[in-house]
């Protein structure tokens, strides 16, 4: 059974940071590209970010470029998302996803956590 779970969420002020944790099971971790997308309140969900299964390819959307950093740790089957100077527009509930492959990709993932809500006050 696979699992994602994700951590670290919660409320923080505007310019604030957050450290969202995503510890994966029932798989083989090395061998997925890992992402974080997002969903806000009346809007579709979107691709964040994504880390290849070497931590050598990584992309973001152009909204959290040089604000956010996604990293992993492959011994501990865990994906970060490093959330720094936060607006109120990153407001969400975030999700953890897995794709089993080489390639870093923004859709077609496999398995999805069950999110968690990051707000942002000004």
């Known amino acids: 059974q696979v699992q994602l779970v994700e951590s670290g969420g919660g409320l923080a002020q505007a310019g604030g940071s957050l450290r969202l944790s995503c510890v994966a099971s029932?798989?083989?971790?090395?061998?997925?590209?890992m992402a974080w997308f997002r969903q806000a309140p009346g809007k579709e969900r979107e691709f964040v970010t994504t880390?290849?299964?070497?931590?050598?390819?990584?992309r973001y959307v152009d909204s959290v470029k040089g604000r956010f950093t996604i990293s992993r740790d492959n011994a501990k089957s865990t994906v970060f998302l490093q959330m720094n100077s936060l607006k109120p527009e990153d407001t969400a509930v975030y999700y953890c996803a897995a794709a089993h492959g080489v390639q870093v990709v923004t859709e077609g993932y496999d398995y999805w956590g069950q999110g968690i809500q990051v707000t942002v006050s000004s």
């Open positions: 029932g798989i083989t971790f090395s061998s997925y590209v």
């Open positions: 880390i290849s299964r070497n931590s050598q390819s990584k």
